[in-house]
């Protein structure tokens, strides 16, 4: 039986995008926050003796970067949640030396930092698309 369908293509629409009611639901802060329950992990693994030294150093800066974003989202300005966007990346630069650290002194092997490091790497380029957009949204607004 011929369909009464005619042969062009379908065009289908994109789905719609996800509603931000939260910060919980921008997609760079849920890759944060996976950086940062790993970095939490490794601080864990750490010997004594660097409990209270490059372990909060890595436990600090990671919560950092899910914290600026988590506040700027919450401030009321665009030029706001920028600046504190900035901030989480200046974070994330840290805690990559701090890993880099690590590897350097063989807490985590090759593999583990390679992970951590690739994980880092995707935090930057959403949090750099979260300022481009957010910039973007504070052009448009002018």
Same mark, same amino acid.
């Given at each position: @039986? $011929?369909?009464?369908?005619? /042969?062009?293509?379908?065009?289908? $629409? ?15 802060? /849920? ?13 864990? *693994? ?36 920028? *600046?504190?966007?900035? *901030? ?11 890993? @880099? ?18 994980? $880092? ?13 957010? @910039?973007?949204? /504070? $052009?448009?607004?002018?």
């Amino acid at each position: @039986m $011929a369909s009464n369908r005619p /042969k062009s293509l379908e065009v289908v $629409a994109a789905p719609p995008k996800a509603t931000i009611t939260d910060f919980t639901d921008l997609e760079v802060w /849920k890759a944060a926050r996976e950086l940062r329950i790993s970095v939490h992990g490794v601080a864990r *693994q750490l010997p004594d003796y660097e409990k209270y030294g490059l372990a909060g150093q890595l436990r600090r800066a990671a919560t950092s970067v899910t914290a600026n974003i988590a506040e700027g989202y919450g401030r009321y300005s665009y030029q706001e949640n920028a *600046q504190f966007c900035r *901030q989480a990346r200046g974070s994330l630069y840290e805690l990559r030396d701090h890993l @880099m650290t690590c590897g350097d002194e063989h807490y985590l092997s090759e593999e583990e930092s390679a992970e951590l490091e690739r994980l $880092a790497h995707r935090v930057i380029q959403l949090i750099n698309g979260y300022i481009r957009s957010t @910039m973007a949204l /504070k $052009a448009r607004a002018s």
